[in-house]
């Protein structure tokens, strides 16, 4: 049974940054690198929101607007890891992050931005 695992959540400062990574492990026949991955964010007292998105191979990627210029997604497909670097944080960027692969979810890590 596969296992996402997110991590590298925390309390920042506005304009400060945070790496989250994802670790997929378990998937012993469906291996992380034949399946895109998304970074969804749930808002404090909202829905999950669709954030980032990249390709199995990595070479597509694609982001809300709110966080276009300021978030980038990526992936390494032999450490089998997740990534999403957020600089430039805002308040608004607050809330749990949840990574995604077709089927499966993450717990979820806790991003605060305040001053």
């Known amino acids: 049974q596969g296992l996402l695992v997110e991590s590298g959540g925390g309390l920042v400062q506005p304009g400060g940054s945070l790496r989250l990574s994802c670790a997929a492990s378990?998937?012993?026949?469906?291996?992380?690198?034949?399946?895109?991955m998304k970074w969804y964010h749930r808002p404090p007292g909202k829905e999950r929101e669709l954030v980032a998105y990249?390709?199995?191979?990595?070479?597509?990627?694609n982001y809300a607007d709110s966080v276009k210029g300021r978030f980038t997604i990526s992936r390494d497909n032999i450490k089998n890891t997740l990534y999403l670097q957020m600089n430039n944080l805002k308040p608004n960027d607050t809330g749990v992050y949840f990574c995604?692969?077709?089927?499966?979810w993450g717990q979820g890590t806790q991003v605060t931005v305040s001053s």
């Open positions: 995604y692969r077709p089927g499966y």
């Open positions: 990249i390709s199995a191979t990595g070479d597509r990627t």
């Open positions: 378990g998937f012993i026949f469906d291996t992380f690198s034949k399946y895109e």
